[in-house]
């Protein structure tokens, strides 16, 4: 069991769709375990994706968001803003299993819905972080681990599988989700402005200096003062590459190059922690094996991913032939499929 945050601080990259189809196939691969997604976007658009796509899943989040007791991220924040130094014990009534608004995802599969009301609420969550006791900033981090601790121990701290999808601006809820993760995964896209990105996260969460007298990130300042573990890097994904043709490939490829040799001169130069696996896995000893470790490469999936995005169906379950979205046709085609599905397949593989 473990909690995952899927976190790259460049937007589009794939955070929210990789989320989705991860706990579905997490899910589906895994049915005595529970997997639990908890929506740190106020976005939102993991959470949309789960209860049924752009024109469903919309209406039930606006549904559940227009409710009086609000039952999602922002309910819980509302407590917390309520009793910030002291645990509420209210995080497992923030559940919704997804299965009952959206039949194409397992019954296994539970959603703290994510909500917009997080943008409103940040200054008073960064305001708690000061006054109050002397580690109020610890305090208030640890919200987020609070709440994943109140839903297990709902579960009797059976096995499962946390994943927690999160805003792509380092903002006060993605310290707090990063502060809850025991394990990072980054997604990239293959594209330029890629490796500045994922050298922005190697220095925000890890103290990464890109210039010796670049100050840190008080996130990284505080969590090391207090004491607090820091997420362990699991796996930096390349997403929607694409093998078009050999010159586009080729270019991603430079692009993923680039990317996993920052990582790597990372790797070993620091003592930035990495997530050695499968459990049982041997420290990697040259670049070979640790790209084999860390890295992972998830394919354009086209459009079989708008339409699974949209209809809110797990890759996994999506089936090839005419949609409808939003009322207009949309094909999806076999091949599309062929690829993307065993893709995820091994990528979820990859998760312990
Ligand atoms: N492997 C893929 N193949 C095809 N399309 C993809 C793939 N991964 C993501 N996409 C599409 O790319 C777009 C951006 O993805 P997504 O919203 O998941 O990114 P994000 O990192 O969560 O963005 P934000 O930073 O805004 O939260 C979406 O339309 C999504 O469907
Ligand atoms: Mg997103």
Request: glycine content about 6%.
């Amino acid at each position: 069991m473990a909690i995952y945050a899927i976190w790259n601080n460049k937007g589009g990259v794939g955070k929210s769709y990789l989320t989705f189809q991860l706990a579905s196939e997490y899910a589906r691969q895994h049915p005595n375990k529970r997997v639990l997604v908890v929506d740190l976007c106020p976005q939102a658009n993991s959470s949309s994706m789960l209860l049924g796509g752009m024109i469903d899943g919309e209406s039930r989040l606006n549904d559940i968001h227009g409710r009086q007791q609000r039952l999602t991220i922002s309910g819980y924040i509302d407590d917390r803003i309520r009793s910030p130094y002291v645990p509420t014990k209210s995080g497992a009534s923030y559940i919704t299993q997804v299965s009952q608004y959206n039949s194409k995802i397992p019954n296994n599969v539970y959603l703290v819905v994510g909500d917009e009301k997080l943008e409103l609420q940040s200054s008073q969550v960064s305001r708690a972080t000061l006054p109050g006791p002397p580690d109020a900033w610890r305090t208030v981090h640890l919200w987020i681990t609070d709440l994943i601790s109140d839903i297990k121990h709902s579960w009797n701290n059976e096995d499962s599988c946390i994943f927690i999808d999160c805003n792509p601006s380092f903002s006060i809820y993605t310290e707090l989700a990063l502060t809850a993760a025991e394990r990072l995964l980054i997604p990239f896209s293959a594209d330029g402005s890629s490796k500045r990105a994922v050298k922005a996260v190697l220095s925000l969460v890890y103290g990464q200096r890109r210039h010796p007298n670049d100050t840190q990130s008080d996130f990284y300042n505080e969590s090391n003062r207090y004491n607090m573990s820091l997420p362990e890097i699991y796996m930096y994904i390349g997403n929607r590459l694409t093998q078009m043709n050999n010159s586009s490939a080729s270019a991603f490829k430079t692009v993923v190059e680039e990317i996993s040799d920052e990582i790597y001169s990372v790797w070993q130069s620091t003592n930035t922690p990495f997530c050695i696996h499968p459990s049982g896995a041997t420290r990697p000893n040259n670049k070979r094996a640790f790209k084999s470790m860390f890295q992972f490469e998830v394919n354009d999936a086209n459009t079989a991913s708008v339409v699974s995005g949209a209809l809110g169906i797990p890759i996994n379950v999506l089936t090839a032939g005419p949609k409808i979205v939003a009322g207009k046709p949309q094909t999806v085609n076999q091949s599309q499929l062929d690829k993307q599905a065993p893709n995820l397949q091994e990528l979820v593989q990859r998760i312990e």
